[in-house]
């Protein structure tokens, strides 16, 4: 079982930078991919950016440039760095690891940002 935990999310202007973190627990498998994903009201739940085993990632294309995933196995722990960031980044943010078939959410973070 894979318990994901997501945090660093907050209230900022428009502009301002935020850095979300999952902190990953349980029996994570080497071959693993992670992802953040959000949600804003009355929207479906959209893929922000990924990353694999490799260190490749890649990005929805309205964070490319402004948001940076990365991961630290050695701590099990992933991050997402937001700069300039708009109001329609407001959504709640999760945490998703998908490895051997299976996939795990955290329960969410929000940010919001305020023009």
């Known amino acids: 079982q894979v318990q994901l935990v997501e945090s660093g999310g907050g209230l900022v202007q428009a502009g301002e930078s935020l850095r979300l973190s999952c902190a990953a627990s349980?029996?994570?498998?080497?071959?693993?991919?992670m992802g953040w994903y959000r949600q804003a009201p009355g929207k479906q739940r959209e893929l922000v950016a990924r990353?694999?085993?490799?260190?490749?990632?890649n990005y929805a294309d309205s964070v490319r440039g402004r948001f940076t995933i990365s991961r630290d196995r050695a701590k099990n722990m992933m991050y997402l760095q937001m700069n300039s960031l708009k109001s329609e980044d407001t959504a709640v943010y999760y945490c998703?690891?998908?490895?051997?078939?299976?996939?795990?959410w955290g329960q969410g973070t929000q940010v919001t940002v305020s023009s």
């Open positions: 990353i694999t085993w490799g260190d490749k990632t």
């Open positions: 998703n690891l998908w490895a051997s078939g299976f996939d795990y």
């Open positions: 349980g029996s994570i498998a080497s071959l693993s991919v």
